[in-house]
């Protein structure tokens, strides 16, 4: 758990603290850009503030009364005639004589900067042109000492370190809650799958989520539940499979027995001969029965179509189940329109056919009517079977078509089969791309459903 969210906070913080870093120096950098401005501005002004008194009276008192208010400012004031000399002054330093000299004779009215080295220098200074009767007679000099600007800076530098370490700590406390956020549902599903993949499929995810992480956690969930139904699912299998093979070899080793150690009667040898011989075919077809869903199973399982004629498939139908429905005492009735066609394969549509005729068989009583009817439907074509018979229970319709489930769960062996008719049948129908439904009521009887998609529905005669 830990190593998850420490990688994500990892991960966020150095994605969020990189932002504002860049956003700090960015953000100084104006702010410090801006301030100096501001100061040459102000600087600036206050030359030129004192340049339009002067040009008023330009007389040794107004002179004096400039450099003395300058005196008492954190500024100061020099002011020159046209050759440089020096007509007042409010500075006690001798370093101004450089910044006097570098200015140039033409000089904007607006004034310009002198000295702008504000890291490096003793002062910053800017001068402004006096002008009487239109001529430059004199000029204003405005110096300020740099320390002040550093000092400015300094306490801007103190505000940017103390925010920025509010902003580290409040984005640690946001990053805390937002990887473990992220972290623990991610956890408890990596737990999930590791559950899962030791066979224990009784997890629980929380389904309150409306994001990528609720549809995978419903989708742990879905998998889950869907593995646990397969797990059920083989094991009953592999134990329904283990009693029809047992039961099978059992009477053919019992019989058999019999037949070897026993001296018996011709007609006692015949009987269970013959019993050993319909064991036999049990298991055979029960072989077989497995060989085909297992290579459905694999995808395996070659459909050869072509078009069949209804009218006349059927009628071969009829021919060979009349007998059987007669021995049994029960009807048996064929309803096919003329000129119904199917694209199928005849082989795999007549087990269909049998299977399902051979389960109606099965499960009526004598008198018992079993109807087999065709019709075409928006281009489809609708296969039903329905018998009379004793029905099937309601609790036992959804699974009906499972492998090896039976509705006799005594697995009585009086009415014969594997318990793999309908399963073959389901998975023989949907290899040709139709659909399987059935309704029964105890008492009244069954109907299954066949879809299969009409000629004009089909490209392709022949599929894998």
């Known amino acids: 758990m830990k190593k998850l969210s420490i990688k994500l906070g990892i991960v966020f913080f150095l994605i969020i603290f990189s932002l504002e870093i860049f956003m700090f120096f ?40 400039v450099t003395l208010m300058e005196s008492e400012a954190n500024t100061d004031v020099v002011i020159t005639d046209m050759n440089g000399q020096l007509l007042g002054s409010s500075v006690k330093s001798i370093d101004i004589q450089d910044h006097i000299n570098r200015s140039d004779s033409d000089i904007p009215r607006d004034g310009e900067v002198v000295d702008d080295n504000w890291k490096e220098g003793k002062f910053i200074s800017t001068v402004s042109p006096i002008d009487i009767n239109g001529e430059t007679s004199g000029k204003v000099f405005m110096f300020q000492e740099t320390a002040s600007i550093h000092s400015l800076i300094e306490r801007l530098n103190r505000h940017f370190i103390l925010t920025g370490l509010i902003a580290v700590f409040l984005t640690l406390i946001v990053i805390i809650f937002l990887s473990k956020g992220l972290a623990k549902p991610l956890i408890r599903m990596k737990e999930a799958t590791s559950k899962i993949s030791k066979g224990d499929f009784t997890i629980s995810l929380p389904k309150n989520r409306n994001d990528e992480l609720g549809d995978l956690a419903n989708s742990i969930s ?7 139904y397969l797990t059920q699912e083989r094991n009953d299998f592999l134990a329904s499979i283990s009693h029809e093979l047992r039961t099978p070899l059992t009477y053919i080793k019992g019989y058999a ?67 059987a429905f007669q021995e049994k005492e029960l009807e ?12 199928a394969d005849p082989a795999r549509l007549e087990q269909i056919i049998f299977n399902l005729l051979d389960n109606a068989i099965k499960h009526s009583s ?99």
């Open 26 to 65: 960015f953000l100084h950098a104006a702010l410090v850009d801006s301030r100096i401005e501001e100061e040459f501005f102000s600087l600036q002004a206050r030359g030129n503030a004192h340049r339009d008194i002067l040009e008023k009276h330009f007389e040794p008192d107004t002179i004096s009364h």
């Open 222 to 228: 879905q998998l889950a539940s869907d593995l646990n």
């Open 257 to 323: 027995d019999i037949v070897l150690k026993r001296n018996l009667s011709i007609e006692d040898r015949d009987k269970y001969l013959i019993i050993i011989h319909e064991e036999v075919n049990r298991l055979s077809d029960l072989i077989k029965d497995l060989f085909d869903l297992a290579k459905m199973d694999k995808n395996s399982f070659v459909i050869q179509k072509r078009p069949i004629d209804l009218t006349d498939f059927f009628l071969k139908i009829e021919q060979k189940f009349s007998p």
């Open 332 to 343: 048996f009735e064929v309803i096919c329109p003329e000129g119904a066609v199917i694209i």
């Open 366 to 464: 004598p008198g018992a009517k079993t109807f087999l009817s065709i019709n075409n439907k928006k281009k489809d074509v609708y296969i039903n079977v329905r018998d009379n018979g004793k029905g099937i229970p309601e609790e036992d319709l959804p699974y009906i078509l499972n492998r090896f489930y039976r509705v006799d769960k005594s697995r009585t062996r009086s009415l014969g089969g594997t318990g793999l008719g309908l399963a073959i049948v389901k998975e023989l129908v949907l290899a040709h791309g139709g659909t399987i439904a059935v309704k029964s009521k105890e008492g009244i009887g069954t109907e299954f459903e066949l879809v299969f998609k009409g000629a004009d529905n089909i490209e392709n005669d022949t599929i894998s």
